[in-house]
C-alpha cells in the first residue's frame, strides 16, 4: 500500500527553524519529482517547492527562496524540506506530494498522484 507521511511540524518562533520529512514506503520514491505545497487558513493549495528524481535540480517559490531547502535521500526513501528563517506568514499545514506534470504548481490534489496527511506548522511569538 502506498503511503507518504510527513513528520517535523510543530510551533516554533518567527526567525526560528524547522526540518520537515517526507517519508515512503510501498513504492520507490526515487522514481518520483516530489513536491512539497502547503494550505494556511482559509486559502488555498500553495505550491512551494519542487525536487527532481535524483535530487539534482530543485525549485522553489519566490515567498520561500533563500530561506527553505528541499532535499531527497534516496535510500532512505525520504524528503526534506529545511526551513529557516520562519514567519508568521509560513503558518499553514505542509503536504509532500508526487506531481502529475513536472513543475505543473499544482494548485489542487488532482494534480498530484500520491499525497500525505500533512504536518501542521505554526510560526508564532
Known amino acids: 500500500q502506498v503511503h507518504l507521511v510527513e513528520s517535523g511540524g510543530g510551533l516554533v518562533q518567527p526567525g526560528g527553524s524547522l526540518r520537515l520529512s517526507c517519508a515512503a514506503s510501498?513504492?520507490?520514491?526515487?522514481?518520483?519529482?516530489v513536491t512539497w505545497v502547503r494550505q494556511a487558513p482559509g486559502k488555498g493549495l500553495e505550491w512551494i517547492s519542487e525536487?527532481?528524481?535524483?535530487?539534482?535540480?530543485?525549485y522553489y517559490t519566490n515567498s520561500v527562496k533563500g530561506r527553505f531547502t528541499i532535499s531527497r535521500d534516496n535510500v532512505q526513501n525520504t524528503v526534506y524540506l529545511q526551513m529557516d528563517s520562519l514567519k508568521p506568514e509560513d503558518t499553514a499545514v505542509y503536504y509532500c506530494?508526487?506531481?502529475?506534470?513536472?513543475?505543473?504548481?499544482?494548485?489542487?490534489?488532482?494534480?498530484?498522484?500520491?499525497r500525505g496527511q500533512g504536518t501542521q506548522v505554526t510560526v508564532s511569538s
Open positions: 506530494a508526487t506531481p502529475k506534470g513536472l513543475l505543473a504548481h499544482g494548485s489542487d490534489w488532482s494534480k498530484y498522484l500520491y
Open positions: 510501498g513504492f520507490a520514491l526515487s522514481a518520483y519529482w
Open positions: 525536487i527532481n528524481s535524483v535530487g539534482s535540480n530543485t
